[in-house]
């Protein structure tokens, strides 16, 4: 858990992140970009740099699997997500680039 192994560095960078996104909703709306000026300003007014992502040591939890589909391209395999193959087995049809031709 990152609160556990970066306490220090959690509360002084990750805790002001999330209060900068309350205020700056708040203040300006749902409508702004997450890490756009409005944010940014409100990060600045907390004394905190305004960095979109953390640098906490982390290892994956998970490596993400792939479906490999095919098109009627020679050689040429496509790599879908799981996501996109659930999808694909519901009927819902991806086409190649490429080819023009339904992934399969």
């Not at 300006?28 to 004394?47: C, D, N, Y």
């Not at 905190?48 to 490999?68: D, G, W």
């Not at 519901?90 to 399969?104: F, M, N, P």
């Amino acid at each position: 858990d990152l609160l556990e192994k970066f306490t220090d560095e959690f509360v002084s960078q990750t805790v002001p992140h999330e209060f900068a996104h309350l205020v700056a909703y708040a203040k300006f709306g749902r409508r702004i970009k997450p890490h756009g000026t409005e944010w940014q300003s409100v990060m600045v007014a907390l004394g905190v740099k305004p960095v979109r992502t953390h640098n906490f040591e982390v290892i994956p939890a998970r490596r993400l699997k792939r479906f490999p589909y095919q098109c009627d391209c020679p050689g040429l395999l496509h790599e879908l997500s799981t996501i996109r193959h659930n999808r694909i087995q519901r009927g819902i049809l991806y086409i190649c680039k490429k080819c023009g031709k339904a992934l399969r």
